[in-house]
């Protein structure tokens, strides 16, 4: 389970040294999906975009790599005892306390049994193979180590970022973890929708997200999204209404994204209210 090819994260500058506290920083811990136990934590996760594939028998999988890798004692003694598989693991990103912010799910190509293969407790590097559910950008990456340390506290932030960042913000958004299970969605709400900066789909849904959820909320990163989204579990249903703040020329202009929008949130019962 070691691995011995790691010139192509060096070529494409992804294989870093980065400083640690106490040189002990961690920022990813792995679940087992059966057992729901930690199976270890390691410092960094190399392969996340999907950019090194490997081909087995005409299929292609994902290789991702587990820098500084530790498995836990609970999890060898859980193996040992009950002599279970891993064969689908979480890969949670840790804030800087070492709180859950999100998460990637992998599903390995062949199930690991730690029990017949019994690995040292901590290894450099630990190789999987498998196929990553949801793939990331490197414009994400850059935003969650962002987030790691601040999670944003204010709107607009987004504001300054390339079209792609704004993708990779949306990525985020879509899934960091700070939403309450137990609150109910609000019906009837009103929400002022800053579209200072709105030009496009996507700086669209990047306001939408912060006037309903506030700073790096999210609602949608598309239409489609966007209709799941209003169905409930983001905070809140329709009907409600968005006052539009700081008006944007855009809403003038005569695309199918607006058109295909408008429908939708006339279906809905949502109003946006211009100035």
Not at 7 to 27: A, C
Not at 231 to 240: A, D, E, I, R, Y
Request: hydrophobic letters at 35%; proline letters at 4%.
């Amino acid at each position: 389970m070691t691995i011995h090819n790691l010139d192509y994260f060096r070529d494409h500058g992804i294989l870093k040294v980065e400083n640690r506290l106490g040189g002990t920083m961690v920022k990813y811990k792995i679940f087992d999906d059966d057992s729901q136990l930690i199976v270890g934590t390691c410092k960094d996760i190399l392969g996340l975009s999907g950019e090194c594939t490997t081909i087995v028998e005409n299929e292609s999988f994902q290789k991702i790599i587990l820098e500084d890798f530790t498995i836990t004692r609970e999890f060898m003694g859980y193996c040992t005892e009950t002599k279970a598989s891993v064969s689908n693991i979480h890969l949670s990103i840790l804030d800087v306390n070492g709180n859950t912010i999100g998460s990637f799910y992998f599903s390995l190509k062949v199930p690991l049994y730690f029990h017949k293969n019994v690995p040292e407790i901590k290894q450099r590097y630990l190789e999987l193979i498998g196929t990553l559910l949801t793939k990331t950008s490197k414009e994400a990456l850059a935003i969650w180590e962002k987030w790691r340390h601040s999670p944003p506290t204010s709107t607009n932030l987004w504001s300054s970022l390339t079209e792609q960042q704004r993708v990779g913000w949306l990525e985020v958004a879509r899934l960091y973890f700070k939403r309450n299970p137990n609150q109910q969605d609000e019906r009837y709400g009103v929400y002022s929708f800053d579209a200072s900066y709105v030009k496009d789909p996507t700086s669209f849904f990047c306001a939408l997200g912060e006037a309903i959820n506030g700073p790096g909320g999210y609602f949608g990163f598309d239409l489609l999204s966007l209709e799941d989204c209003l169905c409930g579990g983001f905070g809140v249903v329709p009907p409600f209404t968005l006052n539009l703040q700081n008006d944007s020329d855009y809403f003038e202009t005569d695309s199918v994204f607006l058109a295909q929008l408008n429908e939708i949130l006339t279906e809905k019962q949502v109003r946006i209210v211009r100035p």
